[in-house]
């Protein structure tokens, strides 16, 4: 489980045709106008009920097709599932077997960007993970 700020650079894993699960905890400030303070101005969770999770993991930043789609995007490859518990700011990725099957590869595994973004209803857009590598590694037992 990670507990995730909107500056975090976070890394990921999986394994070509396993089920791949994660979990982020999303916390804000008590007050975010005052520094943090494990008493006066704890990390409290995000409620996520008014939020809409979205990430797309594409080759490099400049790429203008992804390579993996979230769930609530129109969809040729790969599928990410997210779902959340709104008021502890929990949310769960989940690539199941299927989703990273059929991936082709040149190599033993495959690098790619992404990042995890919360659009609040009101358009605004929270950054998750600001960055990370999505690294897939090929199986061999099929």
């Known amino acids: ?20 699960i994660e979990t982020f905890t999303c916390q804000v400030l008590t007050n975010p106008a005052l520094p943090w303070d494990s008493i ?6 995000l409620d996520l009920t008014t939020y809409n ?12 097709t992804t390579e993996i789609y979230a769930v609530n ?13 709104n008021n502890t700011g929990v949310i769960t990725l989940t690539l199941i ?27 605004d857009i929270v950054l998750l993970v600001s960055k990370g590598s999505f690294i897939i590694n090929r199986e061999s037992t099929r």
């Open 1 to 20: 489980m990670a507990t995730i700020s909107n500056t975090d650079t976070h890394d990921i894993t999986v394994e070509q045709g396993k089920t791949y």
């Open 40 to 45: 006066t101005n704890p990390y409290i969770p």
């Open 53 to 64: 999770v979205r990430m797309q993991v594409r080759k490099t930043y400049d790429t203008a």
């Open 73 to 85: 995007l129109t969809t040729t490859g790969a599928v990410i599932r997210f779902t959340k518990v």
């Open 97 to 123: 077997p299927e989703d990273t099957a059929n991936l082709r590869f040149t190599g033993d595994s495959a690098t790619y960007v992404y990042d995890i973004e919360l659009a609040h209803t009101t358009q």
